[in-house]
């Protein structure tokens, strides 16, 4: 009875709701936990790193002290800057602990048991996720701290070196002052003067002697003479001089350039310009025989003139005349250019004069030919009128231009040019019009000869029995581009036309002035012929195309009732269907008989409109029957898809054997070959005779499927699904925390160091892994199978919970040991900033050097120690040793102190906040031997 009570209980599926709220807070706190974490380790080395940038302003700010007090550049401006810098990162820095207290607070009061945390999920979600922003603000916020103290350190390092970059400036200055001595030799070899000249002479020896005033140290690339002997007033004594004369030797260097380049310009241009003239004196020497150029032989004499005074000049110019002298090279240069380009452009006019001259001769005899052939044409001869005269005038103009060879000057060869352009043109004209005559000829003669009148004849005879035959149908089944109904009369009045044409029996000249019209009234005949032609041959194939499409459409009627009777019994058992209906089917019948009825009526209405009917009834039961195959198909793939899926999963869940999973299989192993051939034409209309073949296979098969899924889903998928995804996700969670703790169960130890041990753990792992991989490979039952899960799932959730507090125990170790080498590096930041303030003391460096080494090696060799060891070796360190070590090495390194000075200046001990503490002589003998 229980039994039974119990499969009731699981078919119903109301557990769901339950399980489903429970899972839902149990996630919720899984990911509280993990914001939690997450939290705990952004804030943890947050304030070590705090301390780390306070300390080190600290450091900064007493190291700098000592450049307080300049009040000369290059000190002053870097110092304010260093100042301001330190006092905003100071205020900073304590804003940042500040709020790091308070977010440590928050987290204090925000931890919460998993029995509190299950219940108050949903509403400590918001508070957890602010705060989990605020952490990360927090951390960008120290980073930014850290970026701030970098940038100090780089100021106070920028004015410890304030002599050697002041050396290379110097010595940058220096090398620009001699490349302005070898542009002053330049110009003086040269030959170069003016009153200007001698200004930037006295102005270089000037700034020489102010640069000689600068201390000889920051000329040598010495670093070690210059940190010795360069202190900060005779830094700013050399600062105010190389300010003083930098910007005035960066002007006169541009100044030199300036002339070197406007002088080597000059000199280019003056040289061009002769090189043009010179080869348009050889340019007019290359002049054909008997092509005269007087005036531009007169013009370069000129120009050749000039440029002699122009080099005279630049043989030793004054520098205020050096661009002046630039722009008339520049513009001689042009002058003999347009000379070159008068001779050129003669040159290239006179040839082409003369090859002009040729050709219209040429086409001049050529146009006498075309008025002869015109005249003595074999069937019409042409009497020409106005074309006559216009060839007479243009002999009298090729009279008057003279020979190709005859002599010219440039002037007279520009004028004849432009005659013979405008002569070319009036023959080109002339020569174009006697074409136009000559193809109208040709064109009415070829007429006259092709006609064929007798054929034309009995064409119009027999079109009077197609003209009776089309008036058996409407009239609206012909275009009315056809006229059918003015047919035989049109055909009688152009047989009239043709029987009146007579050609003539004798040659009669015809005027230029007649042949237009003459031929446009024979072409007028012609195309009336042609197109009275066509007309028939489209009336004939307009009749042909009726009468078929009338025997077409009475065939697809009979083929279409008798497919709608056989559609109706494939309707009824099928509920994807049920829009098929009965009276549907009855309307498409008494459309059809519609149909027919119109069809005998051929003197009535359009044949179109009528065969158009027909196939769009047979295309609208086409459609619907596509329509139909397509859903059966589509609704069978989808079940055969969700069958094929749902035997997949069960299948990767366990070994089932169960009389609906077979029934399943044998249906997919039945249909491959159907389900093949229904994804082929899945998107193609089916004709008239495939419908009821194609039909009514596949609607047998979609009633199976319909009952197999059915049960499937309901006796087998639903339980065993649930079960053993809960039993799934359970393990996941043991699996990952174990992947995590793995390292410390093979026996290899990874720094940083904990305490933990897995003892025990992994074979109740390897034990529940057997148990979940028997469940998978044993066949059995569904029932037996979704209890076997609900026990894993259990002791999986079991497993998890023990390894989670193990893992949470190991970070928490681990922290610590960072946390402790944060501080220790910390430390060693701060010795190292005293070595930089010491470094004159190379043995109290040396000391300071050896202390953090031998720091650093110890720790070292505890890292290599622990990661080397076995956990399970005898007198291996232990996480207790590792941490009592770092605990004591940092006490040491803070009570350390430095032994510096020298016999001379005393000694004293040096702590690690840079304190120095004298010592007494009894002290002083023991610590110096």
């Not at 990661?867 to 291996?876: F, I, K, L, Q």
């Amino acid at each position: 009875m229980a039994e039974s009570n119990g499969v009731s209980l699981l078919e119903s599926g109301l557990w769901i709701i339950p399980l489903a709220i429970l899972i839902v807070l149990v996630g919720l706190a899984l990911r509280l936990r993990g914001i939690e974490r997450e939290v705990f380790l952004r804030l943890k080395p947050l304030l070590a790193r705090i301390h780390a940038a306070s300390g080190t302003l600290r450091e900064i700010s007493a190291l700098s002290a000592q450049y307080f007090t300049l009040e000369r550049e290059p000190f002053r401006t870097r110092q304010l800057e260093l100042a301001a810098l330190l006092e905003k990162a100071g205020n900073f820095a304590a804003q940042l602990k500040q709020a790091y207290v308070q977010q440590q607070e928050r987290l204090r009061t925000h931890r919460y048991g998993w029995g509190k945390l299950l219940l108050g999920a949903v509403f400590f979600w918001g508070e957890w996720q602010r705060m989990a922003g605020d952490s990360r603000r927090l951390e960008a916020s120290v980073a930014e701290l850290e970026s701030m103290t970098d940038a100090a350190r780089q100021y106070f390092s920028s004015m410890q070196n304030a002599g050697q970059d002041l050396a290379q400036r110097v010595q940058e200055v220096e090398a620009a002052a001699a490349e302005i001595g070898k542009l002053l030799d330049e110009l003086i070899d040269n030959r170069l003067a003016g009153a200007q000249f001698e200004e930037v002479v006295a102005r270089e020896e000037a700034l020489a002697e102010r640069l000689a005033e600068i201390p000889d140290v920051f000329m040598r690339r010495d670093e070690d003479a210059l940190l010795r002997q360069a202190d900060t007033a005779l830094i700013a004594d050399a600062y105010a001089i190389i300010a003083e004369v930098q910007p005035e030797v960066e002007a006169l260097g541009g100044r030199l350039s300036a002339w070197v380049e406007e002088h080597q310009s000059a000199r280019r241009a003056a040289a061009s310009a002769q090189a043009r003239l010179d080869a348009c004196q050889q340019q007019l020497a290359a002049l054909p025989p008997a092509l005269a150029a007087p005036r531009q032989a007169a013009r370069l004499k000129e120009l050749e003139s000039q440029s002699a005074g122009l080099l005279r000049e630049l043989s030793a110019p004054d520098v205020a005349r050096l661009k002046p002298l630039a722009q008339e090279a520049a513009s001689l240069s042009k002058q003999v250019e347009q000379v070159s380009i008068e001779l050129r452009q003669g040159r290239r006019q006179f040839l082409s004069l003369a090859a002009l001259l040729e050709e219209a001769a040429s086409l001049q005899q050529q146009l006498i030919d075309v008025f002869t052939k015109a005249a003595k044409h074999s069937r019409l001869p042409l009497q020409w009128e106005s074309g006559r005269e216009r060839l007479v005038a243009l002999n009298r103009q090729m009279s008057s231009l003279g020979a190709p060879d005859q002599a010219r000057g440039l002037d007279q060869v520009a004028e004849q040019l432009e005659t013979i352009h405008q002569l070319r043109q009036e023959q080109n004209e002339l020569y174009e019009y006697c074409r136009s005559i000559l193809a109208q000829q040709e064109r009415l003669a070829g007429l006259l000869e092709g006609l064929p009148v007798d054929q034309a004849l009995k064409a119009m005879q027999a079109g009077q029995t197609i003209a009776s035959q089309a008036d058996s149908y409407a009239p609206v089944n012909w275009p009315r581009k056809e006229q059918v109904e003015t047919l035989q009369a049109d055909l009688l009045a152009h047989e009239s036309r043709l029987r009146s044409l007579l050609p003539p029996d004798e040659l009669h000249p015809i005027l230029e002035s007649d042949l237009q019209d003459y031929l446009l009234s024979v072409e007028d005949l012609v195309e009336a012929q042609q197109r009275l032609a066509e007309r028939l041959v489209s009336v004939e194939q307009r009749l042909a195309e009726l009468r078929q499409g009338e025997q077409l459409a009475r065939d697809r009627l009979h083929a279409l009732r008798t497919v709608l009777s056989q559609v109706l019994g494939l309707c009824s058992g099928n509920e994807l269907l049920g829009e098929i209906s009965r009276s549907k089917v009855e309307a498409m019948r008494r459309e059809a008989e519609q149909n027919g009825h119109a069809l005998e009526q051929r003197r009535q209405g359009s044949l179109e409109k009528k065969v158009g009917a027909v196939e769009q009834l047979v295309q609208e039961l086409e459609r619907q029957a596509a329509g139909w195959l397509n859903s059966i198909n589509q609704d069978i793939e989808r079940m055969k898809t969700e069958l094929a899926g749902k035997l997949q999963r069960l299948e990767e869940i366990a070994h089932l054997e169960d009389v609906e999973i077979e029934r399943s299989r044998n249906i997919l192993r039945q249909d491959i070959q159907a389900s093949v051939a229904a994804k082929g034409r899945q998107d193609v209309r089916l004709s008239l005779e495939e419908i009821v073949p194609q039909l009514k296979p596949r609607n047998d098969l979609w009633q199976d499927c319909r009952i197999a899924l059915a049960k499937l889903s309901e006796r087998v998928e639903k339980p065993l699904v649930e079960a053993y995804q809960h039993a799934e996700e359970q393990r996941r969670q043991a699996r990952d925390r174990l992947v995590n703790l793995r390292p410390r169960a093979s026996g290899r130890r990874s720094w940083p160091p904990d305490g933990v041990s897995l003892e025990g753990l992994l074979p109740e792992m390897e034990r529940l892994e057997a148990r979940w991989l028997e469940i998978r490979s044993q066949p059995a039952q569904a029932i037996w199978v979704v209890r076997r899960y609900g026990e894993l799932a259990v002791a999986y959730r079991s497993l998890a919970e023990r390894l989670g507090q193990i893992e949470r125990q190991a970070e928490l170790e681990q922290t610590r040991i960072q946390a402790l080498e944060a501080e220790l590096s910390a430390l060693l930041r701060k010795w190292e900033l005293q070595e930089q303030t010491l470094y004159r003391d190379t043995a109290a460096v040396g000391r300071l050097r050896q202390l953090r080494s031998s720091v650093e090696r110890r720790a070292q060799e505890v890292k290599r120690r622990w990661e080397r060891e076995s956990p399970t070796s005898p007198g291996g360190i232990t996480y207790p040793q590792i941490q009592k070590f770092f605990e004591d090495l940092i006490n040491e390194i803070k009570r350390a102190r430095l032994l510096v000075g020298d016999e001379q200046t005393g000694w004293r001990e040096v702590d690690i906040d840079g304190v120095a503490h004298h010592l007494a002589a009894p002290e002083r003998d023991s610590r110096t031997s």
